[in-house]
C-alpha cells in the first residue's frame, strides 16, 4: 500500500472511562494525603527542579488522576527530593514520598 | 397591641415572629404553601454537620403557639401603605399591620432552561433537590429504572454565575451541599465512584472546608470544569462533556447519574408583592436592601423590612442572623413611630 504521509491523529481527550486509575489507587492506599491536593501549586512554585525544568508536582499528580501514568513516571525522575515543596503545602501533602512511591511503582506500573 | 406582618413561614419568617412575639407584638406569619418550614422541611440533612433539617424546622414550628399566628395556603397578593399602617390582602381577605417583614425566600433556578444538560429529556439527570427527596424516601439515590446508580457526577454552579440565565451571582450554598451529598452518596453506595465538575470551591462557612477534606478522602474526584453538555448514551447512561481546566484538556465520561446542583432564583411572586410599595428588585432579582454593611434588613420604604433569601442567595445561619436583625430593626421602628 502506498503511503501518502497520513495518520489518524492521536485524541486528546481525557476519557474517563477507559483512563487507568491503578496508580492513583495504589498511591493513596500507600499514603492518603495524595487525595489531599487542593491544586493550589505551591508545590511547583516553590520547587527548586522547577526552575530548570518544567517539572511541576502538580501536574505530576494531575496526569496519575487523569491516568497518564508513564509521562508522570518520566516526570518524576526530574525531581531532585529537596523537600521544599513539602515545607509550603498548606495541605500537608507528603509530596517527597508520593514521588518516591511514584518511582517504586515504576516497577509495577510502567505500561 | 402593635401588629406586626411576616409574609413568608420559612426559617427567616418562623424565626423573625418569634423573636418579634416575645418582644411583645402580636404577629401573624403568612405562608403561601400548605405547611410551613420552606424549602428546608424538603430537606434531608443540612451541612456542615448533617443533622436532619426535620429536627431545625420542627423547633422553628414549635414556636408557633397562637402569637405569633400562621394562615398557611395564604398568599399574599397585594400590599399598600396608608398613613404608616399597612393594609395585607390575600384572595377576599385584609390584614392590617404596623410593620411587614418580606421573607419570602428563593425559588430553586429552573433546571431545563440549561437545556443542554438534558434535565427533563434524559432519564437520570436529577436535581440535588430532588436527590436530597430521595435520601428522605430511601436514604440512597435511584435511577429511574430503580436501580442504584454506580457512578455520578455532581455538576455545580447549575443556574448560578451564568449570564445566559441571567443569573450572574454565586449561589453560595451549592457548593458545599454537592460535597455533603456526595459523601452521602459514597456512604450508602460505597462502591459508587462519584466526580464533582466545579469552577470553584466556595467553602466559605465553618465546617465547610473539612468536609471538602472529607470527601477527597472518601475517594470523592473533583475535576475543575464547567459541563458543557450532556447526551443520553444506551441504558440511559449520560454522557458529559467538560474541560478539565487544571490540565487544558477536554474530558469526557459516561456516568449512571448527573447530579445538578441548582443555584437560588429570586421567588416569583415578590417581584409584585414588592412594586406595590415602590420598592424594586435588585440587579440580580432579589429585594433591594439599603445599606449591606450596617443594615441589610432594611428597604428604602419606611416600616418594610427584608429578610433571608429573599435577599440574595443564604444558608440557614445567614438566614436566622437576618430574621434576628430584622426583628431588633422592627422594634427599633417602632418604638420611634
Known amino acids: 500500500m502506498i503511503d501518502f504521509g497520513f495518520a489518524p491523529m492521536e485524541v486528546s481527550v481525557h476519557n474517563m472511562d477507559t483512563a487507568d486509575l491503578s ?13 489531599h491536593c487542593i491544586a493550589c501549586g505551591s508545590c511547583a512554585a516553590t520547587c527548586t527542579a522547577g526552575q530548570f525544568t518544567n517539572f ?8 496519575i488522576r487523569r491516568g497518564e501514568i508513564k509521562s ?3 516526570e518524576s525522575e526530574k525531581c531532585m ?13 507528603n509530596t517527597r514520598n508520593i514521588i518516591m512511591l511514584i518511582r517504586k511503582a515504576n516497577l509495577t506500573f510502567r505500561p | 397591641m402593635k401588629k406586626v406582618a411576616v409574609i413568608g413561614g420559612g426559617v427567616t419568617g418562623l424565626e423573625a415572629a418569634s423573636q418579634l412575639a416575645q418582644m411583645g407584638y402580636t404577629v401573624t406569619v403568612f405562608e403561601k404553601n400548605s405547611a410551613a ?12 454537620n448533617r443533622r436532619h433539617s426535620i429536627e431545625v424546622v420542627n423547633e422553628l414550628k414549635s414556636y408557633l403557639n397562637g402569637n405569633p399566628a400562621i394562615y398557611l395556603s395564604t398568599a399574599i397578593n397585594k400590599v399598600t401603605k396608608k398613613d404608616n399602617r399597612f393594609q395585607l390582602e390575600a384572595y377576599n381577605q385584609v390584614f392590617e399591620a404596623d410593620a411587614v417583614l418580606i421573607a419570602t425566600g428563593f425559588e430553586l433556578f429552573p433546571a431545563e432552561r440549561k437545556e443542554e444538560y438534558g434535565y427533563g429529556i434524559y432519564d437520570n439527570v436529577i436535581t440535588s433537590a430532588e436527590l436530597e427527596g430521595m435520601f428522605k424516601e430511601n436514604g440512597y439515590p435511584v435511577k429511574r429504572n430503580g436501580d442504584k446508580p454506580k457512578r455520578l457526577a455532581f455538576i455545580h454552579c447549575v443556574g448560578s454565575r451564568d449570564e445566559k440565565v441571567k443569573r450572574p451571582y454565586c449561589s453560595k450554598v451549592c457548593c458545599v451541599t454537592a460535597v455533603k451529598q456526595a459523601i452521602e452518596v459514597k456512604e450508602a453506595i460505597p462502591e459508587a465512584e462519584i466526580f464533582c465538575l466545579y469552577m470553584d470551591l466556595r467553602m466559605f462557612g465553618p465546617g465547610y472546608e473539612d468536609l471538602y477534606k472529607e470527601a477527597q478522602q ?9 459541563l458543557s453538555e450532556a447526551s443520553e448514551l444506551e441504558g440511559s447512561r449520560v454522557l458529559i462533556k467538560t474541560e478539565d481546566t487544571l490540565s487544558s484538556k477536554p474530558l469526557k465520561m459516561s456516568v449512571d447519574m448527573v447530579v445538578l446542583m441548582v443555584g437560588m432564583s429570586p421567588a416569583q411572586g415578590t417581584d409584585e408583592l414588592i412594586a406595590a410599595l415602590g420598592l424594586q428588585p435588585n440587579k440580580d432579582g432579589f429585594v433591594e436592601i439599603t445599606d449591606y454593611h450596617l443594615n441589610p434588613v432594611k428597604t428604602k420604604v419606611d416600616g418594610v423590612f427584608a429578610a433571608g433569601a429573599c435577599t440574595g ?4 445561619t445567614d438566614s436566622i442572623n437576618a430574621a434576628r436583625s430584622a426583628a431588633v430593626e422592627i422594634h427599633k421602628y417602632l418604638n420611634n413611630k
Request: net charge positive.
Open chain 2, 218 to 226: 472518601k475517594g470523592i474526584n473533583f475535576i475543575r470544569g464547567r
Open chain 1, 81 to 93: 527530593l529537596c523537600g521544599k515543596c513539602t515545607l509550603v503545602c498548606p495541605r500537608n501533602v
Open chain 2, 37 to 48: 418550614g420552606g424549602h428546608v422541611s424538603k430537606w434531608d440533612r443540612l451541612f456542615p
Open chain 1, 72 to 74: 508522570a513516571i518520566d
Open chain 1, 56 to 63: 511541576s508536582f502538580r501536574e505530576v499528580c494531575h496526569a
Open chain 1, 23 to 35: 496508580l492513583a489507587h495504589w498511591i493513596n492506599l500507600h499514603d492518603e494525603t495524595f487525595n
Open chain 2, 313 to 316: 442567595p443564604n444558608n440557614i
